[in-house]
């Protein structure tokens, strides 16, 4: 068996690399959406990105390089509070994932251990935008109901609250916005999927 701290520490990388992966998607949507438009397919970001979610480097293989000139509210320091969001939406759902992976003994306390490391990684819930909790999806998920769409709700609460130019109602802005509706929920599925495939292989960690 192996060692249950570097299970644990595993499965949060996993979901960290996931969350870095889909934040840096974002805003390579963001920076082809100025004049590079024409010159790169949109579809080759969501493919890149897709083929390993827990690789935020990936998006190099495209020939770019985030340009902190054309990103511009995405390059700052604030805009790096959307990454500890997408962290946290990521992990408060780790109840699901455990409810999909019947084939594992994996416990209920192990599975908070990993959510107590992507929290030392760093979480924001600015204003309670995320209206989900670990303590919520806990609940819903012994009570064996559906569970909820994952979607970009408070993406798009965060832009128009917190953002400035991105704030703006123009064509690269609504670009961006119907990347994230999409990417959002390509990204969280894939990451489940990932999940329920880690705790089954390893059983009890």
């Known amino acids: 068996m192996a060692d ?5 520490q595993k499965i949060a ?3 960290d690399n996931a969350s870095e992966s889909l934040f840096e998607a974002i805003r390579y949507c963001y920076m082809i959406a100025d004049e ?3 010159n790169i397919s949109v579809k080759d970001i969501f493919k890149i990105g897709l ?20 990103i511009g509210e ?4 604030k805009f790096r509070e959307v990454l500890e969001i ?14 999909d992976a019947p084939e594992s003994d994996i416990r209920e306390s192990q599975i908070k ?13 600015p204003d309670g935008i995320v209206v989900e909790s670990y303590k919520s999806t806990s609940w819903l998920a012994k009570t064996k ?35 994230a509706d999409a990417l959002f929920p390509l990204y969280y599925s894939s990451l489940k999927e990932r999940l329920v495939r880690e705790f089954n292989k390893y059983g009890t960690v």
């Open 74 to 77: 995405m390059g700052e320091n």
């Open 86 to 99: 997408i962290r946290y939406c990521f992990a408060v759902r780790l109840p699901f994932a455990k409810r």
């Open 4 to 8: 249950e701290d570097a299970i644990v």
């Open 145 to 179: 109901k559906p569970e909820p769409q994952f979607d970009t709700e408070w993406f798009r609460s965060w832009i128009y609250t917190y953002g400035h130019d991105l704030a703006a109602i123009n064509n690269r802005n609504m670009f961006v916005l119907g990347c």
């Open 36 to 38: 590079d438009f024409y």
């Open 113 to 125: 251990q990993v959510y107590d490391v992507l929290a030392d990684y760093g979480f924001s819930n």
């Open 13 to 15: 990388d996993i979901i």
């Open 51 to 70: 083929v390993d979610i827990t690789n935020p480097d990936c998006f190099r293989h495209l020939g770019l390089e985030l340009d902190p000139a054309k």
